[in-house]
């Protein structure tokens, strides 16, 4: 067996277009930071506004990445999403008649909490804008759907006017499905959608249509983070700074959060608890912004509050065992395909001449039966870190998130390629997401490339690709909760195809 390695290196910066990119931001938290970071980074595009109702979230957000160290100019800030679309219509209608106005936006990115990405999707809608919201792309299929219709009813030929992508537990804003959604939908939507697109979508270019699934099922439950797994040394406590296990408890916000903090780290996740941390460092020393993340680590439930008002907010120092937590914590997922030859792309004569060998490819051309299997759990080394094994006719794959090694059967080689880790969050996701969408922005504003065009070239996948990958999520869910196997072609009719028939309708 011979082994190889081959490193890829940062792209270089792309050139700046003119005009470039205009980028509105819709949530200046940890997300919305992250995107602009990444767009001033690695893009060649250019952050011009915000909408954030929390004024320090916003006005820090504007100092970093649009106005700088001056004040906000018209439409360059927004208390509330709604108010730029008010703006937006108001500049159009100025710029009908003539009048002179501010340059508008090429492309918003939609960073909020994930309840609020439907309306905000179905209402900016009509201005044909570009939009990438952050995963999940709504919390419920129905919303999905809608989506999927108010996006589509800009076209009549079900293409697309204006780009779309979709980016990427315990306490916190995810620990109830009845104020989010399920864990599958809320932390792991990306990992079924990269399944689906590995063995579902077809090929750029290709003329058959995608290899649908045949059946999906699904096992899963909270299995840890409830009151009856909490250690007895805790007893009735509800707080960790008040618990005599915090000391010795992995999931103490002392150390998640205060010793972060302590060495100097001031981002994700100690911004989460307290946004205005690296003003408080800044202005008034670590000290002042330790006490003031232990004041809010230190909030807890109270009689007086109505079950409403504590599902509400996130409780960052509440016992991971007495969070009401009713989310999946370990979940497995199995998809199945059937064998399904195209009818329109399996002759050798249609294959393109660099994807000719030596005549040994099955007629199958990839629409094999096959199986995969997911597995969403809490409890790893790697924590947010993707590992990954496809077992091939040909050869094996295996992925840890850095590395990727690929066993050849019939010559025993095993080259490992390791990509270029870009920063920044989600292991260079944000980067690459940012950087690809603007690519695609540009390309359709400065006339080089169609929507349809720039969303296969630069974004790689469809706004069915994304729908399709939030279903399966839906249909997994069912199949979880019945405890039955779904069939897949039969659940999408009655899910999605009849509730396009009612979004139509009305």
């Not at 999403?81 to 106005?101: H, I, N, S, Y």
């Not at 990992?191 to 689906?196: G, S």
């Not at 196997?485 to 009655?494: C, L, P, S």
Request: charged share 25%; proline share 5%; hydrophobic share 35%.
């Amino acid at each position: 067996m011979s082994t190889s390695a081959s490193y890829s290196v940062a792209a270089p910066q792309p050139a700046s277009s003119s005009p470039p990119p205009r980028i509105l931001i819709v949530g200046a938290g940890s997300r919305g930071n992250a995107y602009a970071r990444a767009i001033q980074k690695s893009t060649n595009g250019t952050v011009v506004s915000v909408a954030e109702p929390v004024a320090f979230k916003r006005q820090e957000f504007g100092r970093k990445y649009v106005w700088g160290d001056g004040i906000s100019e018209d439409g360059q800030e927004f208390e509330d999403w709604k108010d730029f679309l008010e703006w937006e219509q108001t500049r159009r209608e100025k710029a009908a008649r003539g009048d002179p106005v501010p340059a508008g936006v090429d492309g918003v990115f939609v960073c909020t909490l994930d309840t609020m990405h439907a309306e905000i999707i179905i209402r900016l809608a009509p201005l044909d804008l570009h939009i990438m919201s952050e995963k999940p792309l709504a919390t419920t299929l129905q919303d999905c759907v809608h989506i999927y219709q108010s996006l589509l009813a800009r076209s009549s030929n079900r293409q697309l006017a204006s780009l779309f992508a979709v980016g990427h537990v315990l306490r916190g804003h995810w620990r109830k499905e009845s104020t989010t959604a399920p864990s599958l939908l809320t932390k792991s939507c990306h990992d079924i959608d990269l399944l689906l697109w590995f063995l579902c979508s077809s090929p750029p270019h290709a003329k058959s249509a995608p290899h649908m699934p045949k059946t999906v099922t699904s096992e899963g439950s909270l299995k840890y983070f409830k009151r009856s797994r909490k250690p007895v040394l805790a007893g009735n406590a509800t707080n960790c700074l008040t618990c005599a296990a915090e000391k010795l408890c992995q999931y103490s916000t002392r150390k998640i959060y205060q010793q972060p903090l302590r060495k100097g780290h001031i981002g994700f996740p100690v911004k989460i608890v307290v946004p205005e941390v690296e003003d408080l460092v800044m202005n008034r020393g670590v000290k002042a912004a330790e006490e003031t993340l232990l004041g809010r680590l230190g909030e807890d439930y109270s009689e007086t509050l109505t079950q409403g008002d504590i599902d509400a907010r996130p409780w960052f120092g509440r016992c991971v065992y007495e969070s009401a937590n009713d989310v999946c914590d370990d979940q497995v997922v199995t998809m199945t395909w059937e064998d399904d030859p195209s009818h329109e792309d399996v002759s050798m004569n249609s294959m393109p001449a660099e994807q000719e060998s030596n005549g040994m490819e099955d007629m199958m051309r990839g629409r094999g039966a096959k199986t995969a299997i997911f597995h969403m759990v809490a409890f790893t080394e790697k924590v947010c870190e993707r590992r990954s094994r496809i077992y091939g006719t040909k050869g094996e794959i295996e992925t840890d998130s850095k590395t990727i090694r690929v066993h050849d059967f019939s010559t025993s080689e095993t080259p490992i390629h390791h990509p270029y880790q870009a920063g920044g969050g989600h292991g260079g996701g944000d980067d690459g997401l940012a950087r690809q969408f603007l690519f695609a922005i540009d390309a359709v504003k400065n006339g080089k490339l169609s929507v349809e065009q720039a969303q296969m070239e630069h974004i790689g996948c469809t706004l069915e690709d994304v729908i399709r990958s939030h279903a399966m999520v839906f249909a997994a869910e069912d199949a979880r909760t019945s405890g039955q196997a779904v069939d897949w072609q039969t659940w999408w009719d009655r899910e999605v195809e009849e509730r396009l028939k009612t979004c139509r309708a009305t």
